[in-house]
């Protein structure tokens, strides 16, 4: 069964970069997508980006300017890494595997592994 | 647009039926998948595809979907089903095809 576990600092500084990794057990990172999403104290999920085991990247317009997501499949990880963070960057950061299919003419993915999720407080 | 957009609560008698929407023009190319997230816990999936069911989930859960519309029905719904509710589905807006969460739904079982 396959488990995700998100690891980093709880606390950054404004300005600072933010740096988690989510280690990926009982399973391969090879094949699927692996995404990271946040979720702000009180609100909603937001998606943060995903990488492809191959490389590829994808991430959130919103957040592209600052959002690196890589992947070292030798260790079984993946890892964000959010630069120049504010306060409105605190939230729980839960890391996900996702996949993708179809159905006729319509495509579809889900993401059906996550991680508990980690908090981070951005403050100085 | 890139929006998903739910319908912020949602409330069912326990044991009736209760249909969660989700909205967006992406929904005509993409099916949404649907997740439940209760206080202090991650989400889970609950629907994803046309209408499939991860291991584990009730079969009270099901999916469907019409034109720029998905839907989430729980079928005699159970005080453990009373959660927060998102959608996700890919975003198709512009040049762009990342993914987009709706804000959510939290259902209310009375």
Redesign the interface.
């Known amino acids: 069964q396959v488990q995700l576990q998100e690891s980093g600092p709880g606390l950054v500084k404004p300005s600072e970069t933010l740096s988690l990794t989510c280690t990926v057990s009982g399973g391969s990172i090879s094949s699927y997508y692996w995404s990271w999403i946040r979720q702000p104290p009180g609100k909603g999920l937001e998606w943060i980006g995903y990488i492809y085991y191959s490389g590829s990247t994808n991430y959130n317009p919103s957040l592209k300017s600052r959002v690196t997501i890589s992947v070292d499949t030798s260790k079984n990880q993946f890892s964000l890494k959010l630069s120049s963070v504010t306060a409105a960057d605190t939230a729980v950061y839960y890391c996900a595997r996702a996949s993708s299919g179809s159905y006729y003419v319509l495509h579809y993915y889900y993401m059906d592994v996550w991680g508990k999720g980690t908090t981070v407080t951005v403050s100085s | 647009s890139s929006e998903l957009t739910q319908d912020p609560a949602v409330s069912v008698a326990l044991g009736q039926t209760v249909r969660i929407t989700c909205q967006g023009d992406s929904l005509r ?5 649907w ?1 439940q ?1 209760k206080p202090g816990q ?4 609950v629907i ?3 209408n499939n069911r ?1 291991s584990g989930i009730p079969d009270r859960f099901s999916g469907s ?1 019409s034109g720029n519309t998905a839907s989430l029905t729980i079928t005699g719904a159970q005080a453990e089903d009373e959660a ?1 509710y ?1 959608c ?3 975003d198709s807006s512009g040049n ?9 739904t939290k259902l209310t079982v009375l």
């Open positions: 190319s993409y099916y949404a998948s997740y997230q991650a989400p889970v999936l994803y595809g046309k991860p979907s927060d998102y996700n589905s890919r762009h095809l990342g993914w987009v969460f709706g804000g959510g």
